[in-house]
């Protein structure tokens, strides 16, 4: 290899220099970034990689970026909790949450990969960059795009949630609201692309983009003590990130920092959108295409661009995939918020929703070591909880009143109690 990183076509094996290209010319399958894993091996040590900055940049030799690149958003080295109140109420016993709820700058695990994204559209000299999103993607772009002083470009499903759209304006991006679904806004960007020659993260970046995501992979390993965990429980929409949690740890096998182990994939679905889950569920070797009907807009693409290696990843580990309903996602949501102190969106909710069927199920052994991966921040999808929480009216600053307020709240609770409270 003559460069520390290339593109390959993940079918036909075709090898090609780096550029912004996503899909093989000899057989139409996507291309995918291979790293030169020889090379790193002969430098990379846990110390080296300790030594490195408190982001996802520690990892800069397994990336696609060179090795003198200098990194402008430290984005990444969020914390991975232990969740024993959570664990308590869904029967685990050895439960952690990977909780990009908090990745810097925007507050979704979608800042990695734009990282690495951007790093490569300044390379390939886009001044103009832009992508097709559910949300999240919308935010980083947008960010990243400002800090770089690059012009911006957003196509989004006309639906999406009221924060997302704004926490895309204010870094002064151009926003494309669409009629249509994620789908829909898809295809009009590979035209765009195509006609404008932008840099389009998803799209003709793609390869680059996805590469962003192994570092969740390469953080649980390292935050766990350079070990694998039994079991990862992960969002799926398009189906890259779960792929690529998958090659992080493959690769940390091949350079020698953890020990080889097959970590099982466990695929996280909402059932208004779950065409990988189905299939996962059906056996079936390719993906139908839905139409998505759900409030987890974040995981609403019905025709996954990775769904077919989604569902290899999870088939061949060993895993499984469950779909949740909007009914369990949103208290799935509250769950995690009352137990462990995460508010997360409703990617979040079908996250731990789904986590807790598959300990339900027995898919999940309770003490096997298993990772949940939080990969979105509550503030961005508040719709949800309209109506979940009475407002009372203000009392008087008094003492009395503060406690005849609390004889009314007991009042209440033994009410709630009494009936049909059930959650
Ligand atoms: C919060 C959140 N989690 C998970 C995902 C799923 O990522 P992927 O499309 O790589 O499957 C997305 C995608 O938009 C997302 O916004
Ligand atoms: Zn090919």
Known sequence: MAAAYELRCRECGKRYENAPLSICDECFSPLEVVCDLEAAKRTLTREAIAAGPSSMWRYQALLPVPEDYKPVTPAGWTPLLHAPRLAERIGARNLFIKNDAVCLPTLSFKDRVVAVALANAQIFGFDTVGCSSTGNLANAVAAGAARLGLK?????PGDLEPAKILNTQVYGATLVRIDGNYDHVNRLCSQIADRYNWGFVNVNLRPYYAEGSKTVGFEIAEQLGWRLPD?????????????KIRKAFKE??????????????FGAQAT????????VKTGADHIEPQRPATIARSLAIGNPADGVYAARAIRESGGWAEDVSDVEIVSAIQELAETEGIFTETAGGVTTAVTARLYAHGRIHP???TVACITGNGLKTTDVLQGAYEQHAAIRPRLTDFENYLEECSEENELELGGAYVR
């Open 152 to 156: 911006t470009y957003i196509l989004v």
């Open 231 to 243: 079991n990862v429980v992960v969002p799926m929409a398009g189906g890259s990130l779960i792929t």
């Open 252 to 265: 940390l096998i091949a350079l020698g920092l953890v020990e080889e182990k097959e970590v099982r994939f």
């Open 272 to 279: 208004g959108c779950s065409p990988i889950a189905t299939a």
């Open 367 to 369: 003490d096997e070591l």
